[in-house]
């Protein structure tokens, strides 16, 4: 049996009317998103600097306290007190660890940038960028 084979095919989707108010609205929002982006996307870089080297010392933290307790599990007398705070200690870092991604944190610029030519894109416009 052949395998039917299909086409896709891509239409030039133009922009419809759109209520008159957005219209007029639609190239000054575009402006002011791309004025405050000027302010955030050099503020995002320079937050990322001390968030990067955070994760790092944290990261670090969270190696040692894992390589403790492992050791002191190996001991032959074991403090069962000890581990037990170390184990809840490594649980707090490692759950403040989970929430930390660098990409995550910083994601607003390249979504904002990824909203704007959407809209540029959807709309046939161009922004104030």
């Given at each position: 049996?052949?395998?039917?084979q299909t086409r896709t095919v891509e239409l030039a989707v133009r922009p419809q009317p759109i209520n008159a108010r957005f219209?007029?609205?639609?190239h000054g929002m575009l402006e002011e998103i791309c004025q405050q982006m000027l302010i955030i996307e050099p503020a995002m870089d320079k937050v990322a600097i001390p968030i990067?080297?955070?994760i790092d010392f944290l990261d670090f933290e969270i190696e040692k306290v894992t390589?403790?307790?492992n050791q002191e599990?190996?001991?032959?007398?074991?403090?069962?007190?000890?581990?037990?705070?170390?184990?809840?200690?490594l649980k707090?870092?490692?759950?403040l660890r989970n929430g930390l991604?660098?990409?995550d944190l910083t994601a607003s610029v390249p979504r904002i940038d990824a909203l704007v030519a959407g809209i540029e894109r959807t709309f046939d416009v161009e922004g104030g960028g």
């Amino acid at each position: 049996m052949a395998k039917k084979q299909t086409r896709t095919v891509e239409l030039a989707v133009r922009p419809q009317p759109i209520n008159a108010r957005f219209q007029s609205r639609l190239h000054g929002m575009l402006e002011e998103i791309c004025q405050q982006m000027l302010i955030i996307e050099p503020a995002m870089d320079k937050v990322a600097i001390p968030i990067k080297e955070f994760i790092d010392f944290l990261d670090f933290e969270i190696e040692k306290v894992t390589l403790s307790i492992n050791q002191e599990k190996w001991e032959s007398i074991v403090n069962v007190q000890k581990v037990a705070n170390d184990e809840a200690w490594l649980k707090r870092l490692t759950e403040l660890r989970n929430g930390l991604d660098i990409y995550d944190l910083t994601a607003s610029v390249p979504r904002i940038d990824a909203l704007v030519a959407g809209i540029e894109r959807t709309f046939d416009v161009e922004g104030g960028g």
